[in-house]
């Protein structure tokens, strides 16, 4: 009894040591469920603090450990930057990086266009190790606890059609699972199952212990983007302008909402309500067990990011080249700023701060002066 709780305890503190706070963003949309939301406070009417500028168009998602910001550039390079906007360093992947990073033990991981995945030293960008696939990696990287090795798992998605997952510390290939098209988006996890869209048309189940399938539905189209998981409910939406609320134990579609363009980003999960932002310059909130919409608001452009649910506010990025606050309950405007060039990326959000990137290829850092 004494030793299982000694290796609860361990667990425990393993997992707490890394988990999302108020004060970091860790991964694409903060946890493994991709469920978009934080306990971070945001200022009323933020100022832009500083910018940097990159070589090159930034479709990478940003993340902050402990105020460094890491983020790929079209340029080839990953950067760290300080919270005040200094190089730290950067890591040349001679291709495009436009997936986001995760950043897990000191370590940051990311995928290129060319196909080569990469673990690097969050200190100093130094290469751990890297592994090649046959396809581009264009979705972020996840993460999950193997009870049974007691390690930590990295898993990703390639256009070479498979889910690849890895030993986190060493890079050794544990398993990989082949959907029929390019999987592009990251894949959710609860630590049993991982759970992806693929260009195929089906949402794919995966047993993350043995990365053979569990289940899969057919949609009918392709998936984007990535799946964001709520108990046992499942929320994405399609190439159709669909969006799905699907029960993943029972395989099921709960609700449909039609009547969208593309969706490219993902949604946020918070309490009752799901937000998700779409190609025709709308961004829903459905009501999580119905599917009615409760209410939406116009931007000037389509919409590729995906929002972040905060403690007072919703935060949106916009092909208007925009950034915008929105209020949770009614989806009002609380706050807007014009960068002047599209924005793809998802917004990291922390206590006091909004970091954002643009195809005019800098990162931007809003927060109270």
């Not at 990159?54 to 890491?70: E, L, Q, W």
């Not at 995906?306 to 949106?316: G, H, L, Q, R």
């Amino acid at each position: 009894m004494k030793q299982l709780f000694l290796t609860i305890l361990t667990i425990a503190l393993s997992l707490s040591s890394i988990a999302q706070n108020k004060h970091n963003w860790l991964s694409f949309r903060g946890n493994a469920q991709l469920r978009g939301i934080t306990q971070a406070e945001l200022p009323k009417n933020p100022s832009l603090l500083w910018s940097y500028k990159t070589g090159d168009a930034i479709k990478s998602s940003p993340i902050v450990r402990n105020g460094i910001i890491y983020v790929g550039s079209n340029d080839g390079n990953l950067y760290a930057l300080s919270n005040e906007g200094e190089l730290k360093w950067k890591f040349n992947a001679e291709t495009s990086v436009e997936a986001s990073p995760l950043y897990l033990d000191g370590n940051v991981y990311f995928g290129a266009l060319d196909g080569t995945f990469y673990c690097l030293n969050a200190g100093t960008g130094e290469v751990k190790w890297k592994f090649v696939t046959e396809g581009q990696v264009s979705g972020s990287a996840n993460w999950f606890y193997d009870k049974t090795s007691k390690q930590k798992r990295i898993l990703f998605g390639s256009y070479d059609f498979k889910l690849y997952c890895m030993d986190a510390k060493s890079g050794k290939k544990l398993w990989e699972y082949e959907s029929d098209n390019y999987i592009n988006g990251a894949a959710s996890c609860n630590g049993e199952i991982a759970m992806f869209g693929g260009c195929d048309g089906f949402l794919h189940q995966v047993d993350v212990k043995t990365g053979k399938s569990k289940n899969k539905l057919d949609i009918q189209t392709y998936i984007a983007s990535s799946v964001a998981l709520d108990g046992n409910h499942a929320f994405f939406g399609n190439h159709d302008g669909e969006f799905y609320c699907v029960d993943f134990k029972k395989n099921q579609v709960n609700w449909k909402k039609e009547g969208a363009i593309s969706y490219l980003g993902s949604p946020a999960i918070a309490n009752d309500i799901v937000i998700i932002g779409a190609e025709n310059r709308q961004v829903y909130c459905f009501d999580k067990k119905s599917g009615k919409i409760k209410w939406q608001f116009k931007t000037r452009n389509k919409i590729e990011a995906s929002p972040v649910i905060a403690t007072n506010a919703v935060v949106m990025a916009s092909g208007d080249g925009r950034v915008y606050l929105l209020n949770k309950e009614n989806g009002q405007k609380i706050w807007s700023y014009e960068i002047g060039r599209a924005l793809i990326g998802t917004p990291a959000v922390v206590e006091g701060m909004i970091v954002v990137t643009s195809m005019d290829g800098s990162v931007y850092v809003f927060g109270e002066r």
